[in-house]
Structure formats: C-alpha cells, structure tokens
C-alpha cells in the first residue's frame, strides 16, 4: 500500500513538472499562432465598403423601376419572407424592411438574401442584427437572379413609404 502512495506521488510530481515545464516555447508558439490569426481575419474589402460578403460586388439599379422585376420580387417576399419580416419599421422575428435600401448598399441586401450562412459568420452588421433579432435567418436557397428582383421590390417599398412620409409632411 505504501509502494502505491509513492508511486501515485512520484508520477503526480512528474506530470505536474512536465506540466509546468516548456513555457518559453508554449508562449512562443502562442504568439505566432495570434498572429497568425490576425492575418487570416483580415477584413474583406466587400465589408470595408458596405458590401457583405458574397458574390455581389457590384450591382446596378435602373431608375425607374423594373416593375416586372417588383412584381416578381413580391411574390417571393410573400411566399419566402412575410412570415419573419415587415415591409414597414416594425420588427417581427426579423427586423423590418421599411428603408433598408437607404440604410444598406444593394450589394449588401443581396449578398445576405443569398450568402446569409456566410453573412451571418463575417460580417459585422449581419451579426449585430443577429444579436438584435437572437434569431438567426435561415437560408432560404434565393438564386441571384431572384435576389435582385427582391431588390426591386424593396426599392418600390422604400419609395411609397418615402412619398407617403412626404405627403404627411405637406399636409
């Protein structure tokens, strides 16, 4: 019985020495680790510029508006969106979409329609709503071309409102 307490002690005090031991060479690998994450998390240009991160890096809008564009792009918020957001200010499960196209590039609108897995990973202002909202958007599988019509669409929104506003304003 004696033997084992020894034993149990000395391998306790070899672990603890093997432990403890190495520590210029564990804080110097810890360092270059840091660095190295530093120079892998450097920010893309895309979210620099307001843009999100996806495939969208450039997108034009026509004026005026592409009504089929509008037209299609409504459905598709009504039958994949509607359920979690609003077209006015008011938050459901996601934040409304009254004056998204003033607050948010095109870029970034269509980036996080189509890439919002990514998105939501990356970029600060997708992850802030995410904080807001504390429910994360699924992706909805939006092909590109749809996304841009759901721009479309909420240009036309942004617009009404706008001109509603203005009218109130007037009267």
Not at 139 to 166: T, V
Request: hydrophobic share 35%; net charge negative; with cysteine.
């Amino acid at each position: 019985m004696k033997t084992i307490k020894i034993l149990t002690t000395a391998l306790v005090g070899m672990l603890f020495i093997y432990s403890c031991g190495g520590n210029e060479q564990k804080s110097k690998d810890t360092a270059e680790n840091k660095a190295e994450t530093v120079e892998e998390k450097k920010v893309p240009e895309t979210i620099k510029m307001g843009k999100g991160v996806g495939e969208f890096t450039e997108v034009e809008v026509s004026d005026p508006l592409n009504e089929e564009w509008v037209e299609r792009g409504q459905a598709i918020y009504d039958m994949k969106c509607s359920a979690c957001h609003k077209l006015t200010d008011q938050r459901v499960v996601g934040p409304g979409f009254e004056g998204v196209t003033n607050r948010r590039k095109p870029e970034w609108i269509m980036n996080m329609i189509t890439n919002v897995d990514v998105m939501l990973a990356e970029d600060p202002t997708a992850q802030k709503l995410l904080e807001e909202c504390m429910t994360r958007m699924p992706n909805q599988n939006i092909k590109p071309d749809d996304a841009r019509k759901i721009l479309e669409f909420f240009r036309k929104n942004d617009m009404e409102k706008a001109g509603k506003k203005d009218e109130a304003i007037n009267s």
